[in-house]
């Protein structure tokens, strides 16, 4: 399955310029089962990367743009009156789809905000009693800048813990926006994009990724590092045990993109920081990322 993944980052290169290491990090929610929230600030590229994933794979997109006067049957759907039949339909909400691209998602209310939780973790909705599950499968990309804060309403710690990675795009650099310029000229859109892979390959590699060998040793060391947040003076609220299968699958997932069928230390290290840092809850203006960092190097390998 190499070649599918090779494939999978043609393709989205044909969109995005550079970014290659968060891209990879995107890919690795995606693989593990998981969910992305992207912190950055608006036009470096996040709703084209979520499109461009989602034609990649041949899957469907749908967009949300949380605002504070969402209402939670905007994202999951709700039951209509049929004067035809006499009877209550189901209208389908926008989390119907395989990537969701929920924007801004600290703008909307907490109220609406839950309203993702259930389908986050079980990959379903349950509305006046009927649970209906999503289509498979099913990758949520959600954003936030965090710069701006006028008018948003930060995310609790139950909805942060569902999302397997956080990450930032960032600014390209000179070259790449040179490059964003000059691609211009080509005609290549998000619209002439191909599908690369199908739904039934993304199983498949989603299956060959958990088939990834993690020694007990490596698992020691993750667990090791997860307690160790718990234990430290400066963290209100360490990673819980969610976070700790989060690590691993995202562990498991980096060594595949990495065509490897096992996993190295060196893998726990360069996930550690996305994958832990934003379920800490830190005091004294402390950093959460800095406290990652530090555990990194204090925490020694089995």
């Given at each position: 399955?190499?070649?599918s993944i090779d494939?999978l980052?043609?393709?989205?290169?044909?969109?995005m310029?550079?970014?290659?290491?968060a891209?990879r990090?995107?890919?690795?929610a995606l693989?593990?089962?998981?969910?992305?929230l992207l912190?950055?600030?608006?036009?470096?590229g996040k709703?084209?990367?979520?499109?461009s994933?989602?034609r990649?794979?041949?899957?469907?997109?749908?967009?949300i743009?949380?605002t504070?006067?969402?209402?939670?049957?905007?994202?999951?759907?709700?039951n209509?009156?049929n004067?035809?039949s006499?009877?209550?339909?189901?209208l389908?909400?926008p989390?119907f789809?395989?990537?969701?691209?929920?924007d801004?998602?600290n703008?909307?209310t907490p109220?609406?905000?839950?309203?993702?939780?259930?389908?986050m973790?079980?990959q379903q909705v349950t509305?006046d009693?009927v649970?209906r599950h999503?289509?498979?499968p099913?990758?949520?990309?959600a954003?936030?800048n965090p710069?701006?804060?006028?008018g948003t309403?930060?995310?609790?710690?139950?909805q942060?813990?569902?999302?397997?990675?956080a990450l930032?795009?960032?600014?390209p650099s000179?070259?790449?926006e040179?490059?964003?310029?000059?691609r211009?000229?080509?005609?290549i859109?998000?619209?002439?994009?191909k599908p690369?892979?199908?739904?039934?390959e993304?199983?498949?590699l989603r299956?060959?990724?958990?088939?990834?060998?993690?020694?007990?040793?490596l698992?020691?060391?993750?667990l090791?590092?997860?307690?160790a947040?718990r234990?430290?003076e400066d963290v209100i609220?360490?990673?819980s045990?969610?976070?700790?299968?989060?690590?691993?699958?995202a562990?498991q997932?980096?060594a595949f993109?990495?065509?490897?069928?096992?996993?190295?230390?060196?893998?726990?290290?360069f996930l550690?920081?996305p994958?832990?840092?934003h379920r800490?809850?830190?005091?004294?203006?402390?950093?959460?990322?800095a406290?990652?960092?530090r555990l990194?190097?204090?925490?020694?390998?089995?």
């Open positions: 399955m190499r070649e494939r980052l043609h393709n989205l290169g044909q969109t310029v550079g970014k290659q290491a891209i990090l995107v890919l690795v693989f593990s089962g998981g969910h992305a912190e950055d600030v608006p036009g470096v709703t084209l990367l979520a499109k994933l989602a990649s794979i041949d899957g469907q997109f749908q967009r743009q949380c504070p006067d969402l209402l939670p049957a905007d994202v999951t759907g709700t209509i009156w004067p035809r006499g009877e209550f339909e189901f389908p909400g989390v789809t395989h990537v969701l691209l929920a801004e998602i703008r909307a109220r609406t905000q839950s309203a993702l939780l259930e389908v973790e079980e509305i009693g649970s999503v289509p498979s099913f990758f949520v990309i954003t936030q710069v701006e804060y006028q309403f930060p995310l609790p710690e139950a942060m813990d569902r999302f397997a990675l930032s795009l960032g600014y000179e070259a790449e040179l490059q964003m310029l000059q211009l000229q080509t005609g859109t998000i619209d002439s994009l690369c892979l199908t739904l039934a993304m199983a498949e299956r060959l990724c958990m088939a990834v060998r993690v020694e007990s040793h698992q020691q060391y993750m090791d590092l997860v307690r947040t234990q430290q609220l360490g990673v045990p969610r976070g700790t299968v989060a690590l691993h699958r562990v997932a980096y993109l990495e065509g490897r069928n096992y996993a190295i230390p060196d893998d726990v290290k550690a920081p994958v832990l840092a800490l809850i830190v005091s004294g203006g402390q950093k959460a990322a406290v990652v960092d990194l190097r204090s925490v020694a390998i089995p």
